[in-house]
């Protein structure tokens, strides 16, 4: 008996642990994000705001009625531990869509991104108001964070994709969202398993936050390298010409002699 009620109190921190972890790991990922996404807008395709909402929204319905779909036809306790995998692989994938377009790969990256930031907005008012009028105060706090989990799944899984596969970065993405989502319903459906997903998902935590950075990176280098290609473009059009477009000091442009 002892030993029963000293594992349910182990399982019990973990789960205390993750919460903490999830709250202070979403705070600073807000930072990290926002700094990689304001130094990226400057230096990548613009996208129209409009086009990204639109996408927003679409994700956000078809994952809505995807996961509701699932939810009629696993609706019980034991089909409270595939929820974390439904979430995970409908909503790391609706993200991805905008991704599939034609076109220059930066603006792809650039839309995507966007909408994984939309997508997670709409669902963190969302749900996030409806926990806390619900008294649930923890889980609407957790929806507040979750938004920059959501862009940091789904830049890994662009990162991937930028080095030519989409659907391992898919399946990396789905698999993090799912370990991120799994302690609270595993310790609902089959408290055995508390633990070990409290565990999981405090890994899955610490490694977006730490991945995150290079993911980010190698977008940043793809689009350094793309702005120096259109400007040695630029350059060898004018030389053409017999303009010169060397700077000065004072960085304005002079011609040959």
Avoid: Q
């Avoid at 789905?174 to 799994?182: K, S």
């Avoid at 935590?205 to 259109?230: G, M, Q, S, W």
């Amino acid at each position: 008996m002892e030993s029963v009620n000293g594992d349910i109190m182990v399982s019990v921190i973990m789960l205390i642990l993750y919460l903490i972890s999830a709250l202070l790991v979403g705070v600073k990922l807000y930072g990290k994000v926002d700094n990689w996404l304001s130094t990226l807008d400057r230096i990548t395709p613009i996208v129209e705001t409009g086009k990204a909402l639109k996408y927003g929204f679409l994700a956000f319905m078809l994952a809505v009625v995807l996961e509701l779909l699932a939810l009629y036809f696993i609706f019980s306790d034991a089909g409270l531990l595939f929820l974390p995998l439904v979430a995970g692989f409908v909503e790391e994938g609706v993200k991805l869509f905008p991704y599939l377009r034609g076109g220059d790969e930066l603006y792809r990256w650039r839309l995507t991104v966007k909408v994984a930031l939309i997508f997670a907005v709409i669902e963190a008012v969302l749900y996030g108001v409806t926990l806390f009028f619900s008294g649930n105060i923890l889980g609407a706090l957790l929806r507040v964070v979750v938004v920059m989990y959501h862009v940091s799944f789904t830049a890994i899984a662009l990162e991937m994709a930028l080095r030519g596969s989409l659907l391992s970065g898919y399946l990396k993405a789905a698999l993090l969202h799912t370990l991120y989502d799994a302690p609270v319903f595993v310790t609902l459906a089959a408290s055995d398993l508390s633990l070990l997903a409290s565990i999981l998902g405090i890994v899955a935590i610490v490694y977006t936050y730490y991945r995150v950075d290079e993911a980010f990176e190698l977008a940043h280098r793809k689009a350094r390298e793309a702005l120096e290609e259109r400007k040695r473009k630029a350059r060898e059009f004018w030389e053409g010409k017999g303009i010169s477009l060397a700077e000065d000091e004072g960085g304005e442009f002079t011609s040959s002699p």
